[in-house]
């Protein structure tokens, strides 16, 4: 699977839209984009993913370059409960022996009252 | 909407002793996975498991560990003869067929002492 870097830590105000940033220089053509979040050391929690077009679904909003070597998760109105660590990842298909989530150690972000 | 639960949310264990960890994954899914994660650390890969047998393994998840689905909705992780260096908090994942977002459960923390 791709390497992904992500700043260790951002901050945003509350009610601003966060823009998490990623990049993923190495991806292949078949892999895809998700983030997940951890909120203090709860479970990492699905946000979205994406291949090349861009998402959104009631949580986020991924952008995806058209080059595909980096991404931006974007939050729209950030609220405290979004303080988590953000954690970007690339994975291809599941298939027998490509089943795992490699996690870095994410972006720290801290929403700001 | 439906969720993985685990039990127990905490465990506290001598070295040497066995534990079962528990987990319901999303009813209708049919990979199973284990994560763990060390205080302070990246969340770690341990195994997957599909159709009763194991079909991806991490070099940690060695002869101490292993994984069963006794029935029908449980799926457990049992650690023979625990070592300190297995405190950590303990995640399943399950995803259902032809999708490929894993979902994760709210951990159980295991303390070895």
């Not at chain 1, 983030?35 to 994406?50: A, K, L, T």
């Not at chain 1, 690339?90 to 870095?104: A, D, M, P, Q, W």
């Not at chain 2, 998840?61 to 070592?83: A, H």
Request: glycine residues 6%.
């Amino acid at each position: 699977d791709a390497k992904t870097t992500q700043p260790p830590s951002m901050d945003c105000a509350e009610g601003r839209a966060a823009n998490l940033p990623c990049n993923h220089s190495t991806i292949s053509g078949n892999e895809y984009v998700y983030w997940y979040r951890q909120i203090h050391s709860q479970g990492p929690q699905y946000i979205i993913h994406g291949l090349k077009n861009n998402e959104t679904n009631e949580m986020a909003s991924l952008i995806i370059t058209e080059d595909r070597k980096s991404s931006t998760l974007i939050l729209p109105h950030a609220t405290l409960r979004d303080t988590a660590v953000y954690y970007c990842i690339v994975r291809g298909l599941s298939n027998f022996g490509n089943e795992k989530l490699t996690f870095g150690t994410g972006t720290r972000l801290t929403i700001i009252p | 909407e439906p969720e993985v639960t685990q039990t127990p949310s905490h465990q506290v264990t001598q070295m040497g002793q066995e534990v079962i960890l528990r987990c319901v994954p999303i009813s209708n899914h049919l990979y199973f996975y284990w994560y763990r994660q060390i205080l302070g650390q990246k969340v770690e890969f341990l195994v997957s498991f599909y159709n009763n047998e194991i079909s991806e393994k991490s070099e940690i998840f060695d002869d101490q560990f292993s994984v069963e689905r006794p029935d029908g909705s449980n799926f457990t992780l049992k650690i023979r003869s625990t070592k300190l260096e297995d405190s950590a908090m303990y995640f399943c994942a399950s995803r259902g067929l032809h999708q490929e977002t894993q979902y994760f459960g709210p951990g159980t923390r295991l303390l070895v002492l």
